[in-house]
């Protein structure tokens, strides 16, 4: 995938824009008042793989514990503001790697001059984030893609004559179309790194589905340097996760592994959505993500080839399974014996993984079963 170059703004350590990654941006839910809460947040966040984390400021008051929020947390954090832009520039002050402000949003206009001369003596990054939900009034008539673009393009084109370029787009609809759209026209238009995400995007499969085509279509035509899922949700942990997941699955970033399973058919040979479940299950009781690619698969169609490719492979059989490591037979079990040997065996490759242990016996598939065919058919 040919990546769309952008100019570089530097938030923290991260260098974000040009052919940087992608980073993966969480939002807190806690008011910044709950100092512990928002700490917390922003820890499990970033354990699930948060890189940049947006903390909105509602009020005044919130900014003694913004203050104390920005001390203690190691990522970078954008400070989101709206109606009032004295808290903008109090949180460049702060030291806050970015504001974000809200065309639509924006309050004051007056105190724009004080906050883009703070952004330049700070070397501050300026995200102007414009949603489809709070355009400006003027621009509300247009038609919602053509209004989000006028909102960014003015503000950028005032920050511009101020001589702030330390920019950072982002403009966010709730419709996937829009998004695709709104993204295409912000990276032709502007050399500035631009931020995507569908936002209120809902709760649940709902929610992720629609993230998944929006940001997906959005990074698979090259554009994007930053992203954020946005589901309706007590935590921001499961976005971080998705978040990673659309960028494991377009193969723009690699973090832990995937399980491969098969949805099962009437070839089956045994139970592959309860190893599924078990295996699941396992990694919670962990606490940790699959560290890499394990398939589970019903029958002799698919199975081994795909058990094959993964680092940790179970190809259910007629007479039991076959578990298989980095390609080759680990061994058959009987169908009374599979999963227990199957979480066993994944516990003991996990530490060899992280370099506790050494790798596992080799046999060739067709020495051990012999009616296993590599990838005769789909399913
Ligand atoms: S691997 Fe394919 S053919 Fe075999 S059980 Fe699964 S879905 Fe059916």
Not at 325 to 350: C, M, P, Q, T
Request: charged share 25%.
């Amino acid at each position: 995938m040919q990546r769309k170059d952008t100019r570089e703004v530097v938030m923290g350590k991260l260098v974000i824009g040009g052919q940087n990654p992608v980073y993966v941006e969480g939002m807190g839910r806690q008011n910044p008042y709950q100092v512990e809460l928002a700490i917390q947040e922003i820890n499990r966040a970033q354990a699930a793989g948060c890189e940049i984390f947006r903390l909105s400021i509602p009020e005044k008051d919130a900014l003694e514990g913004a203050k104390k929020i920005k001390e203690w947390t190691k990522i970078p954090l954008i400070a989101d503001v709206h109606f009032d832009l004295d808290l903008a520039t109090e949180c460049v002050r702060l030291g806050f790697e970015a504001v974000r402000i809200n065309p639509g949003t924006l309050g004051d206009r007056s105190r724009l001059e004080e906050l883009f001369s703070v952004l330049q003596d700070h070397n501050t990054v300026l995200r102007v984030g414009a949603n489809a939900g709070s355009l400006p009034t003027h621009l509300r008539s247009l038609p919602r893609v053509e209004a989000l673009f006028e909102s960014i393009a003015e503000m950028v084109d005032f920050a511009e004559k101020k001589g702030v370029r330390n920019l950072f787009l982002s403009a966010k609809s709730t419709e996937v179309e829009e998004t695709v759209e709104i993204n295409r026209r912000l990276s032709k238009a502007f050399p500035y790194p631009i931020h995507i995400g569908v936002t209120e995007a809902g709760e649940g499969l709902e929610g992720v589905v629609k993230s998944a085509l929006g940001i997906g279509l959005v990074l698979f035509e090259g554009i994007g340097n930053s992203i954020r899922v946005s589901l309706t949700s007590r935590d921001p942990v499961l976005e971080v996760k998705v978040a990673w997941m659309i960028l494991n699955f377009l193969g723009l970033r690699k973090r832990g592994g995937e399980i491969i399973s098969c949805p099962t058919c009437a070839r089956c040979r045994g139970d592959v959505v309860g190893a599924v479940e078990r295996v699941k299950t396992f990694f919670e009781e962990q606490g940790i993500a699959p560290p890499f690619r394990i398939a589970i698969m019903g029958c002799e169609v698919n199975g081994p080839g795909e058990a094959r490719e993964a680092e940790v492979g179970l190809a259910f059989s007629r007479s039991g399974a076959i578990i298989f490591s980095k390609g080759r037979v680990e061994k058959v079990v009987s169908d009374r014996e599979v999963l227990e040997y199957f979480i066993a065996f994944l516990a003991e490759k996990i530490k060899s993984v992280e370099g506790k242990k050494g790798g596992s016996s080799f046999e060739d598939v067709s020495s051990v079963c012999p009616n296993f065919e590599r990838n005769s058919s789909g399913s």
